[in-house]
């Protein structure tokens, strides 16, 4: 088993074949986990902090990367800046975390968000994709 405390963060040979080392997003955001590559290669990881999607984190013969694997979401094409500020604030005071790309509002597929969707009659679709939230800043409880 091979130990990791850091990501490569560059150190890797681009030209190497990768190798995928699939992992979800709540074990994603630890730094003690376990995890075993496409190759069957098994990794132990010990980490500062938690790593992301994409990072190389191991090279021999080929670069492992950490690839996140996509899980359900609602998706809320959100093209109104007032109506994106208020459909924020909802998902925001119902302490849910949200992803913001490609001019779309991400959410774990919930059944309260659901149901506050519905009943504020606020267009959404259920999908699946990698799903990475932003941090909030600045408030913590330890």
């Known amino acids: 088993m091979e130990i990791i405390n850091r990501e490569l963060a560059g150190q890797a ?10 992992v979800d997003r709540r074990t994603l955001a630890k730094t003690r986990w376990r995890g075993t ?10 980490l500062a902090r938690p790593l992301r999607h994409g990072a190389a984190v191991f090279a021999g013969a080929a670069r492992y990367v950490v690839e996140q694997q996509p899980e ?14 208020r459909v924020g604030w909802m ?3 119902l302490h ?31 999908t699946r994709a990698v799903f ?11």
């Open 132 to 142: 990475q939230p932003m941090h909030a800043g600045g408030h913590h409880h330890h």
């Open 96 to 126: 849910f975390p949200a992803q913001v790309r490609d001019g779309a509002i991400f959410v774990e597929a919930d059944s309260a968000i659901r149901q506050m969707l519905t009943r504020e009659d606020i267009a959404f679709e259920e």
């Open 37 to 46: 590559a496409d190759d069957g290669r098994e990794f132990g990881f010990e």
């Open 72 to 85: 359900p979401v609602l998706r809320l094409a959100v093209t109104d800046p007032t109506e994106g500020a």
């Open 13 to 22: 040979d681009d030209t190497l074949p990768i190798v995928a080392l699939r």
């Open 91 to 93: 998902i925001g005071n």
